[in-house]
């Protein structure tokens, strides 16, 4: 157990991470493992999600939970509980990037927010009678779901709703003890971020002018957030979105330039 991990009074809890074979879901398990919480890396990449639990090794468990589907969902709660005897926090961390904006048909927006969107709630509504009183629900948000972005529709609105979410599960499960919360990422190191910059450097170059902290944000990042929000030191903290993104959300639609600027300096 790290030192920051016992300091944030994580030690012994168990955890079930959604999407913990991706790029983001991967690094909050990582925290979590390193904090010394029991994790259940769920995925319906079942590969991905083996090698992580192998990688970790004792106290990480990988099973294979597909979101679209009731019976599946039910199945990898059930197992998580009975593998470590108890379940203290849910982070809904999968996704899926599907979005041809308003040239989307029914049956993509059903998939994006089958995914996205109705498979957490459900998730969330499978763990929460298995979460003791002091346990967290974190779900993974985006600056996506609080700007505007040209051509995008799915991804947006699914990640506002989830947000949305956030903050009636909280009002809902606080008479049980259960706090949730969500972070929202900017531009994070990720396949998908990889995809269209090559690099980190390349990302962080251009992700300086969005990101005032200069740079796009790494896993890591997001997992900081993540166990913050898990410990009790932030048990008075519920239905709230945390930024993780560097300043960007605190930049308005001027990035920070005064009109001075904008005119050339006149
Ligand atoms: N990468 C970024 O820049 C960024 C920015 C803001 C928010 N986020 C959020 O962070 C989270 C992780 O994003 P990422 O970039 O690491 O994505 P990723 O594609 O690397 O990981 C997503 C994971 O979800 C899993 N998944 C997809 N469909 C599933 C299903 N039906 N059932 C179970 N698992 C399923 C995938 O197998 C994958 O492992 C998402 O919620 C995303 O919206 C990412």
Redo the contacts with the bound molecule.
């Keep these: 157990v790290s030192a920051a991990g016992a300091a944030l009074g994580l030690e012994g809890k168990a955890a079930i991470v959604?999407?913990?074979?991706?790029?983001?879901?991967?690094a909050i398990a990582r925290g979590l493992h390193g904090a010394g919480v029991s994790v259940t890396l769920?995925?319906?990449?079942a590969e991905?999600a083996g090698r992580l639990a192998t990688e970790l090794g004792e106290g990480a468990l990988a099973l294979d939970?597909?979101?679209?589907d009731d019976a599946s969902i039910e199945a990898c709660v059930a197992a998580a509980q009975a593998r470590f005897g108890r379940l203290d926090i849910l982070v809904?961390?999968?996704?899926?990037?599907l979005d041809r904006g308003l040239a989307s048909t029914r049956a993509e927006w059903h998939a994006a927010l089958?995914?996205?969107l109705v498979?957490p709630a459900l998730l969330l509504a499978a763990a929460a009678p298995r979460i003791g009183r002091g346990g967290v629900v974190v779900n993974?948000?985006?600056?996506?779901g609080k700007f505007a972005a040209t051509g995008r529709a799915l991804?947006p609105a699914s990640?506002a709703a989830l947000i949305q979410l956030t903050r009636n599960a909280a009002v809902t499960l606080a008479p049980q003890g259960i706090r949730v919360l969500s972070v929202?990422?900017?531009?994070?190191?990720?396949?998908?971020?990889a995809s269209l910059a090559g690099t980190p450097e390349r990302a962080d170059e251009v992700g300086r002018r969005l990101h005032p902290w200069g740079r796009?944000?790494r896993?890591e990042d997001?997992a900081g957030a993540v166990l913050l929000a898990c410990s009790d030191l932030a048990g008075f903290v519920t239905g709230a979105d945390i930024p993780v993104d560097g300043g960007f959300s605190a930049l308005g639609p001027d990035q920070g330039r005064p009109p001075r600027d904008w005119f050339g300096g006149e």
């Design positions: 959604a999407g913990a074979a991706g790029g983001v879901g991967g769920a995925d319906r990449d991905g939970l597909d979101l679209r809904n961390a999968a996704c899926v990037y089958d995914v996205n498979g993974v948000g985006s600056v996506g991804y990640k929202s990422p900017a531009w994070t190191w990720s396949p998908a971020l796009v944000g896993g997001v």
